[in-house]
Structure formats: structure tokens, C-alpha cells
């Protein structure tokens, strides 16, 4: 998606020179070999057109890109694999922290220090030997940092809780330039803030997470026909209200693209899938997943006990990059109604093209009180509902995602879940990822760090006003 092209703004080339000498990535402006390729994104419907970018190999790099950015009064963006892109960096200055991949497991404390550029899939490499794993989501492609900041909601979800429950420490640049290490006990608040607000009030540099003692699943995806959607839909969500804390899965009406990468199978097909992710014995799995299978013939059934190592196979969620649109919502319990109006909108006959509608099994671990307190909301939504529409610029009007979105309203409780908004969310929409209390309570915390909204180019939290006479 394009945005209104902006200028960039004309740094002496003296400036520039600077730049490049204190920091030892590279520093790229428009139109040099590397710009574009640095500022791609997994999702390509954003084109970044910074005012330059700087390749960070670590924290100093980070600091020296914010406080440049600082002394020429731009906005700071930061990404990883932009799997999330929340906003277009036009004019800004963007710290690509792809470089930094240090990682360092600890098996005897269970936890691993991961730097801003580690992906998801290297943490679970190196945890797997130990018999532990990540809280990873979907994708083992995606930034962790990023992710958990974001909440993390993960495929082990109702059995620990989101990603950003187990954060232990984190260090971060702020908008001032200062490198700050935040914990519990330091800078408390902060923390909090940090943990579910995501890109709001600095470039996290490196966190330390506590590892799950997971070294199997018993896992995997049973594909239905998509004619199978009304049955499936209903039989999950009955399943789903005597569901252990211990099974996390979610059920997703799919349309495959004619791709020769796909099985045969599912290749250009509409279908019904169950995901599922069991952390007890595959015999009691298969106990529990019974009345699935029930429910008729599979086209593919995958479930089985696999290393967590093979957690990727479960969603089978796109390798390469390419357009989409996402939309999302959180939603209470779901009755027969409710599964007619998502089954009118995007099930068989319906003639809809969104290519994923998912719904995500919440409560367990999720709901329940976390050792140290952030601001990740909506915890008491029993389903997240996640649509993703491949393609460039929207048609004029209502699509079919924001209709399901409409149609569902009855059963929605308002909420939002952060890391599924894309670039067209509003301001509206990133309040309803928090309580109002947790709002005004990341507004101020904006205020103390970032009173200059600096860190805007995301899916914004905007600074409180302060009463006259008092400064941040």
C-alpha cells in the first residue's frame, strides 16, 4: 500500500558521516544499494520510505540511530521481519534489527536472552535439546521481541498464558537516547507498560523469557472438506466448553490458493481445519480429540505426537511474503446463532474470498492472574476471531472481513488482540486491546518516556495531556 509520498528530509552529508562512524551497521539513504531490500517487510502491503535506515548490530547502533533521529525532530520506526507492520515509516528514521541475533539459552534458570532480530524458530532450536520450548505463536517466523510485546498469544496458550507473562527482563533505547534495563524491581511501571505495549515507549534491544519444560505435543491440524464447515464449526465449539486447560486449538474456515508448494490435498481447495496442541500424553489426546474425528472423514489428519521442534506443522502458516489484510476481534461464549451468521458470511455457498477466518480457543492459563502484572487486556474473552484477506488495496465499502466483524457484534465484547491489527487500524481500535484503566495508565507512562511521540510509527498509544504547570 502507498502512501502519500513525503520528501525526505536533506541531512549534511557530514551528519550522515557521523552516522555511519558511530554505528557499525549500515546506514542507507533513499535511493543507495540495500535501502528498499532493508525496509521490506513480510507483509508487502506497506512500502516503507524512510528518511534513512540504519542496520543495527546491537544497543549502541539503537541509541545512535534515536538520538540522531532525535537531533532532526523524526519519528522512530523499528522492525524486525514486518510481519506486523502497523504503520507506513515515510520520514522516518527506521532501525532494521535483523543483525541482532544473539541468543543464549539457560536450561538450569529454563529461560533464554534473545536479542531484537532473533525469530521465533532459532529460540525453539536451541530450547529443544534442553526439553523446553518457547510460547511462540502460529508462525515461528516472526519476531519474538515484537510478538511478545504485543502479548504473545501463543499455540501452548490456555495451558501458560500469553508470551508477554513470561517476560523476565527486558533492555531497551529510550526516545532521550538511554539505554535502560527494566524488570519487576526495576523501573517497575515501566515494565508493566513495556509488556503489552509493544513499540510504544522504546526499541527493546534484548529480553530474557522463561521457557515452558514442553519437549512434545501431541498435535496437528485434521482438514476437513469445507462442505463439512456447519458440523465441524458446531461440534468444535460444543467440544470446546469441556476442553482441558492443557488443550489449546482453534478451527479455521480456509480457502488454499492453487499453489504446487501445497499438498494436493488442499490445493485450491475450501476447507474446514481443527488445530490442536496438546501438552499432556498423546494417548489422552487422542482420548479428547475422539469426538472430533467423529465428526466425518478428514481430507488430512495430522494430529499425532510430534517434537515441539515440529510446532510450525500445526497452523502451516505461509513461508514467503505477500499482501494481506487482517481483522480482528474478541468474542464471549458462541452459541448456534453465532456460528450461523460466521457460517452466511464466510462457509460453504457464501461465495466469500477472505483466505483464512480463525477462531482461537481462549481462557485457561490466559484469564488467570499472572506473578507479575502487565498491561496485555481483554482477558476474559473466551474466543479471538482473526480474518486474513490476501490481496493489495481494498475495494470502496464494506469487505467480507468487516461484515463478519459487523454480523458478530452480538457476541463481541468489544476487545481487540493487538498483534492481529494491521495498518488500517484506528485509534479506537488499539484503545479496545486494553482495559480503559490500562489505557490512561500507558498514556501517562507515554507521557514520563516519550512526551514527543517519538515511537509513533506503530500502532500508537499518544502521550497524556499534562496539566498546565507540569512536566513530563
Known amino acids: 500500500m502507498r502512501s502519500a509520498v513525503q520528501h525526505p528530509p536533506h541531512f549534511p552529508a557530514d551528519q550522515v558521516a557521523g552516522l555511519a562512524a558511530a554505528v557499525r551497521g549500515p546506514v542507507l539513504l533513499p535511493g543507495q544499494d540495500g535501502y528498499a531490500e532493508e525496509g521490506a517487510g513480510f507483509n508487502t502491503l506497506l512500502e516503507h520510505r ?20 532525535a537531533r532532526h525532530g523524526l ?10 507492520a502497523a504503520r507506513a515509516a515515510d520520514g522516518a528514521v527506521l532501525v532494521s534489527t535483523r543483525r541482532m541475533t544473539g541468543l543464549r539459552i539457560d ?4 529461560t533464554a536472552r534473545l536479542a531484537a532480530g532473533v525469530l521465533w524458530e532459532q529460540v525453539i ?26 502479548g504473545g498469544l501463543a499455540v501452548m496458550a490456555r495451558t501458560f498464558g500469553y508470551a508477554a507473562d513470561h517476560i ?6 529510550t526516545a532521550d537516547g538511554a539505554l535502560r534495563q527494566v524488570d519487576a524491581e526495576r523501573e517497575p511501571e515501566l515494565f508493566w507498560g513495556l509488556c503489552g505495549g509493544k513499540g510504544n515507549f522504546g526499541i527493546v534491544t534484548s529480553m530474557e523469557i ?13 482438514t476437513f472438506d469445507g462442505a463439512m464447515a456447519p458440523a465441524v464449526l458446531r461440534g468444535w465449539l460444543e467440544w470446546t466448553a469441556h476442553a482441558p486447560e492443557e488443550m489449546s486449538s482453534s478451527l479455521a474456515l480456509v480457502r488454499f490458493p492453487d499453489d504446487p508448494a501445497l499438498p494436493a490435498e488442499v490445493r485450491g481447495r475450501f476447507v474446514t481445519q481443527v488445530r490442536i496442541a496438546y501438552t499432556g500424553t498423546a494417548t489422552t489426546g487422542a482420548q479428547l480429540v475422539m469426538p472430533l474425528r467423529e465428526l466425518g472423514a478428514r481430507v488430512l489428519d495430522t494430529v499425532r505426537e510430534m517434537p515441539y521442534a515440529e510446532v510450525a506443522s500445526i497452523h502451516g502458516d505461509p513461508t514467503e511474503p505477500y499482501t494481506y489484510h487482517e481483522r480482528t476481534t474478541m468474542l464471549g461464549e ?11 458470511v ?68 468489544g476487545g481487540k488482540y493487538l498483534n492481529f491489527l494491521d495498518s488500517s487500524a484506528g485509534d479506537e481500535h488499539v484503545r479496545a486491546a486494553y482495559t480503559p484503566q490500562a489505557y490512561a495508565r500507558l498514556a501517562a507512562l507515554k507521557a514520563q518516556y516519550d512526551p514527543g511521540n517519538t515511537f509513533r510509527v506503530n500502532h500508537n498509544i499518544a502521550p497524556a495531556a499534562l496539566p498546565s504547570g507540569v512536566s513530563a
Open 168 to 173: 523476565r527482563s527486558l533492555d531497551l533505547v
Open 50 to 69: 524512510p528518511a534513512l535506515v540504519v542496520g543495527a548490530t546491537g544497543a549502541a547502533d539503537v541509541a545512535a540511530a534515536v538520538r540522531f533521529a
Open 210 to 222: 522463561g521457557l515452558m519444560p514442553v519437549r512434545r505435543l501431541y498435535g496437528g491440524a485434521l
Open 346 to 413: 464466510a462457509g460453504p455457498g457464501s461465495g466469500c474470498s477472505l483466505g483464512l477466518v480463525e477462531l482461537r480457543h481462549l481462557g485457561g492459563a490466559l484469564r488467570r492472574p499472572v506473578r507479575h502484572p502487565n498491561a496485555v487486556g481483554n482477558r476474559d474473552a473466551r474466543y479471538c476471531l482473526l480474518t486474513v484477506a490476501p490481496g493489495g488495496p481494498r475495494p470502496a465499502g464494506q469487505g467480507q472481513d468487516d461484515l463478519l466483524l459487523d454480523r458478530l457484534a452480538p457476541w463481541a465484547t
Open 75 to 84: 519519528p522512530v520506526a523499528v522492525q524486525a521481519t514486518g510481519h506486523g
Open 334 to 344: 458462541l452459541d448456534r446463532a453465532a456460528a450461523g451468521r460466521i457460517l452466511e
Open 107 to 110: 536450561p538450569d534458570r529454563g
Open 125 to 150: 532450536h536451541e530450547a529443544a535439546p534442553h526439553g523446553l520450548a518457547p510460547l511462540n505463536g502460529s508462525s515461528p517466523l516472526v519476531g519474538a521481541v515484537s510478538y511478545a510485546l504485543g
